[in-house]
């Protein structure tokens, strides 16, 4: 059974499949897609969330987010606990990132990052992952698996140690 939810959203176009005909969208495309979502304010459950910058790929998080997604995958599991017990913080500390501020969104089934993205905006948490300003880097990976939900999606937002929002530069500054 796939857990899907009506779309929600337009972006500016569907993601393409991958070349190899797996899940994993192309960078751009991903890029394109999670910032088109915070480019317009939103409600996310009962508070509305403002536009919020930009959000640049990281090849760590993205490194980190791939192995967990394949770990997903490997135990036919969606949770946010790894096997050895390992939280989002401990695995994003071995990808060699130290993060001031980190969040995890996790979905199983999607076929395609637009659906993937729409049940995330459908969960207050998951949307307020997506709109909060303080993220500024992205990792985001999609394996396939045999299990029950055949594709594991894991999109990992997070900000440096020692970045604030109040130091981003500025053509003023």
């Given amino acids: 059974m796939r857990l899907l939810l009506p779309l929600l959203l337009v972006l500016a176009g569907p993601a393409p499949a991958a070349p190899d005909g797996g899940c994993q969208p192309d960078l751009q495309a991903a890029a394109a897609a999670l910032n088109a979502v915070r480019a317009q304010a939103r409600p996310?459950?009962?508070?509305?969330?403002?536009?919020?910058?930009a959000l640049r790929w990281q090849p760590a998080l993205g490194d980190s987010a791939r192995r967990y997604a394949q770990e997903l995958a490997r135990r036919d599991r969606v949770e946010h606990v790894g096997e050895a017990g390992q939280s989002l913080r401990a695995r994003l500390h071995e990808a060699g990132y130290v993060q001031r501020v980190a969040g995890e969104n996790l979905a199983g089934g999607p076929e395609t990052l637009d659906e993937a993205l729409a049940q995330w905006l459908a969960s207050a948490t998951h949307c307020e992952n997506l709109m909060a300003a303080e993220f500024q880097d992205f990792g985001l990976a999609c394996v396939t698996g045999p299990g029950h939900w055949q594709r594991y999606w894991v999109l990992q937002l997070a900000a440096p140690a020692g970045w604030r929002p109040e130091l981003r530069s500025s053509p003023d500054r």
């Fill in 44 to 53: 996310c459950g009962a508070h509305i969330w403002p536009v919020a910058p």
